[in-house]
């Protein structure tokens, strides 16, 4: 009888040196699926402490492998801790999430249960250690925020177009291939992308639990956000897809705006309130967001609630903009 793993578990990091030893004790602490598990860490060459860290939770537990990721860049990692994974399923997980102790057995239980499912996992629960970050995980939980993306919803169960915290039947790589090293963000879009234009499915429970701390300051959320506006349209590129109307919304909208405010600048006085319609419009519907959330998560939460969900939506569209700009441009020149 093989002594290998039922499960492997791939955590690309780097630099985590606040957020490591928590996420991997968390994982440590799972109920072992039957089989067991191991916990492949790649590390992209760790400088501010976080590998002295490793190589202490490694000494102390024999689940635990190291592998460099010199590319230091997200796919990388994960192809790195896939070829390097024993387990007949591979579950990606992050440095910055807390899992429930179940997470493991019930993705496993959830692939048994539903065997049209490649991929399970369960809906991120968003948290935030300020103030701003409290309400970054409310604007990420929101239809406001985030549109109808499933699984950013806490309580949803059933089929969806990706899970954050993947568990994939090993073949599953064998038919699709692995992550696309050329992509820096959304390269877990493009593989799920990949996997249903082959038939796969992707099924969320929240008895799968998990929870996610964002970004805790506007900077670091802008460029979050940036970067998925951009590399989406290299993903759209790469399959010759459409984006979808979640998508395209704050894309059109912001440069609608802006036209339309620019526009009413040259009518008549009287119709000069025209161009302030939308911003008013989009400002109202921010700020009524903020009143609900602040009834269910505080004051505090409800007040940056709008700036969370604007910063969400304008550097989404900004990056996604510039990724076109470039594009043109390189479309322009000479061959």
């Avoid at 992050?94 to 429930?100: K, L, P, R």
Wanted: proline content about 6%; glycine content about 10%; some cysteine.
């Amino acid at each position: 009888m093989s002594n290998l793993p039922a499960v492997s578990v791939i955590v690309p990091c780097r630099n985590e040196k606040k957020h490591i030893e928590k996420g991997i004790r968390s994982i440590l602490a799972q109920h072992s699926p039957p089989g067991g598990f191991e916990v492949v860490v790649v590390d992209g060459m760790s400088d501010d402490g976080t590998r002295k860290i490793l190589g202490q939770l490694v000494s102390e537990d024999s689940r635990i492998r190291l592998v460099d990721n010199p590319a230091r860049t997200t796919p990388f990692a994960m192809n790195a801790g896939i070829r390097a994974a024993h387990g007949q399923f591979i579950a990606i997980m992050g440095a910055h999430t807390v899992y429930a102790s179940n997470y493991l057995c019930t993705c496993v239980e959830l692939l048994n249960e539903h065997p049209d499912a490649w991929c399970s996992g369960g809906p991120i629960q968003s948290e935030g250690n300020s103030a701003f970050g409290r309400a970054v995980a409310a604007a990420m939980s929101h239809p406001i925020g985030v549109g109808n993306a499933k699984h950013r919803f806490c309580n949803y169960e059933g089929y969806a177009e990706g899970a954050c915290f993947p568990m994939f039947r090993r073949e599953v790589f064998d038919v699709i291939g692995l992550y696309d090293e050329s992509l820096t963000r959304n390269q877990d879009d493009e593989l799920n992308l990949r996997m249903t234009q082959h038939g796969g499915k992707v099924y969320l429970s929240p008895r799968a639990a998990c929870t996610y701390f964002v970004r805790d300051h506007p900077t670091g959320l802008f460029w979050q956000y940036f970067q998925y506006g951009y590399y989406r349209v290299a993903v759209l590129r790469k399959h010759r897809i459409p984006a979808s109307l979640r998508q395209i919304v704050p894309i059109v909208f912001f440069p609608l705006v802006i036209g339309v405010l620019i526009v009413s600048q040259i009518l008549p006085t009287q119709w000069g309130w025209i161009g302030w319609a939308l911003p008013l419009a989009y400002g109202t519907i921010l700020a009524s967001g903020g009143v609900g959330v602040a009834f269910k998560k505080g004051w505090m939460t409800g007040l940056f609630f709008p700036l969370a969900a604007f910063l969400m939506h304008f550097s989404y569209a900004l990056g996604f903009s510039w990724a076109l700009v470039k594009w043109g441009m390189q479309s322009l020149k000479p061959s």
